[in-house]
């Protein structure tokens, strides 16, 4: 009690004085008050006191410790959202179990499936990677912190994140190299798929390799192209292109109607070869940003330009430069890319070397001779509609059993030679060169659980398909026709304008005349 009584007492003795002080040094007052406070405790009060008290800088001393430690012992990697090593580390980092307990996390709908082998049984999986914070972990016996946040990417956020750790630069290189391997384990037989979005090259899809058995086409064709394209990524084919001044690329052309397996081609070369495959989509882009998104390509993949007849650039060069019509249709936002930037761009002085160019298109026809032309293009692969052998082959490939089928064990399953067989009738009932293989495939695939099925309801598909066909055609025509009249009245008022006109100035220059 008798300390309870001196912490009050003195109190109102000083207070004339100090208001004194306090004109000289502001605050003053309180802090003797809080002084004389701190002695009038009693013997516990007063140590916990002043441990509050140190606290409080403490968080600040330790936190400008940690930094000047952080600025002149550790190491950073700093990784931007857009590149591939992002993935890299966040597949890892969401992997580990700090990353479970982290107390703030960011929430992505199948995203590690896309990466593993998973099976699809769970609808919309959820996983999850810490966010905005920082998270501490060991690697490799090493104090290592991971930070995310949202930083500014000139006109938007991005999201960026640092790795550190003390020590050697090389432990946080190894951890990358660590990470790296990892997410190339994921993607182990599996083709990425990148598509350009707001300028930078990002990832999409990761799909299983397609055998190249599987698109079915001539078999001598396949072969020269694989052939081709083996010589081309051989170790010393650079230093020959090199030697010799030619320049390091290679161009294809697949072309044919739709639905005769180019894209398939594509993907299945880039699986075959281990390749990434990068599809420009050139109606989306002006000829800054493809020039920029050409020159961060790898050093070895597919640069995939699809339909290339369909993207506004098929204009010959001449017309282009030439007729009105043509500039006022470079200033429409697609086909905003005039040709000459993409030829440029595709083999110009800053065009990419290493890179295997692949385009496709359903109508060659349409294409501009220099898009085509030997050196851009240096090979060209028809893909028709199917004959009779890629029938055969597409009826066989849905029909025979592989030997990693899951079997149904209650349902009896044709042999190989009788399921032949059945190929050999079916390819009896249909014309060649007049279905594509997708049609085809979709056709057996929708009675995949019996050939003979397939084989009985041939003919009346394909009387069914002849009909959807001359249906879309007729519909189409019929577009055409509206198309022709609205141009005609469009025709038709402009010359009742222009006549109106002519007659209004007439009768003007009569009136001004007499
Ligand atoms: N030659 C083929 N061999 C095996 N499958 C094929 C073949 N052609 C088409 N298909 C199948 O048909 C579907 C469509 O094929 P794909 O997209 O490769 O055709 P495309 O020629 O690129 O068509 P488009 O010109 O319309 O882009 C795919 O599922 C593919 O498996």
């Keep these: 009690m008798a300390t309870l009584n001196n912490t009050t007492s003195p109190t109102p003795s000083i207070l004339p004085q100090v208001s004194v002080l306090d004109f000289f040094m502001p605050g003053s007052t309180s802090m003797i008050t809080t002084i004389e406070l701190v002695l009038s405790m009693n013997n516990y009060a007063r140590p916990l006191f002043v441990c509050l008290l140190l606290l409080l800088p403490g968080r600040h001393i330790c936190r400008y410790i940690w930094g000047l430690a952080e600025t002149y012992f550790a190491s950073t990697v700093h990784v931007s959202q857009s590149s591939e090593v992002y ?14 307990r982290a107390r703030s996390s960011l929430a992505h709908v199948g995203w590690r499936r896309t990466f593993s ?16 914070g920082t998270f501490y972990f060991m690697y490799e016996n090493h104090l290592f912190w991971f930070r ?130 990068y599809v420009l989509n050139i109606s989306d882009i002006d000829a800054r940003a493809m020039n920029t998104l050409l020159t961060e390509l790898p050093s070895r993949c597919v640069l995939l330009l699809e339909d290339v007849d369909a993207i506004g650039i098929t ?16 200033a429409k936002p697609e086909g905003k890319l005039p040709l000459s930037n993409l030829l440029n ?21 349409h294409l501009d001779p220099a898009l085509i032309r030997a050196g851009r293009t240096d090979k060209r692969i028809e893909l028709p509609h ?37 190929a050999h009738e079916f390819v009896g009932k249909l014309p060649e060169l007049e279905f ?57 008022r402009i010359l009742l304008d222009w006549g109106g006109k002519s007659i209004h100035i007439c009768v003007g220059l009569i009136a001004n005349s007499s």
């Design 386 to 422: 199917a004959d009779k052998d890629v029938m055969f082959r597409l009826f066989c490939m849905v029909f025979k059993r592989s030997t990693s089928d899951i079997q149904d064990p209650g349902k009896p399953t044709e042999d190989d030679a009788a399921i032949e067989q059945y």
């Design 117 to 132: 082998s998973e099976s699809d049984k769970q609808k919309k999986p959820l996983s999850y990677s810490p966010w905005d």
């Design 436 to 492: 594509s293989p997708a049609e085809i495939q979709s056709f057996l695939l929708e009675h995949r659980g019996s050939a003979r099925i397939a084989v009985e309801k041939a003919q009346q598909w394909m009387a069914r398909t002849r009909e959807e066909r001359k249906k879309m055609k007729r519909a189409d025509s019929f577009v055409r026709v509206s198309d022709l009249l609205h141009f005609t009245k469009q025709i038709a």
């Design 345 to 365: 761009a595709l083999d110009g002085i800053s065009s990419h070397e290493g890179r295997l160019l692949m385009m496709t298109t359903n109508h060659i026809d």
């Design 315 to 330: 204009q010959p060069r001449q017309a282009e430069a030439n007729t009105e019509r043509a500039k006022k249709d470079s």
């Design 148 to 277: 995310s946040a949202e930083k500014d990417a000139g006109y938007r956020k991005e999201e960026a994140i640092t790795v550190s750790g003390f020590g050697s630069p090389a432990v946080l290189k190894q951890f990358f190299d660590h990470c790296r391997d990892e997410y190339l384990k994921l993607t182990e037989n599996k083709t990425t798929v990148f598509e350009h979005q707001e300028g930078k090259w990002k990832r999409t899809k990761v799909r299983s390799i397609r055998p190249l058995s599987t698109v079915v086409m001539k078999e001598e064709e396949k072969k020269e192209l694989v052939e081709d394209i083996e010589g081309f990524l051989d170790s010393g084919a650079r230093m020959w292109h090199t030697n010799r001044g030619i320049p390091y690329r290679r161009g294809y052309l697949l072309y044919g109607p739709p639905g005769t397996g180019k894209s398939s081609l594509c993907l299945s070369i880039a699986g075959r070869f281990d390749l990434d495959v």
């Design 87 to 100: 993935d890299m580390v966040v597949l890892w980092v969401a992997s580990q179990p700090f990353a479970h």
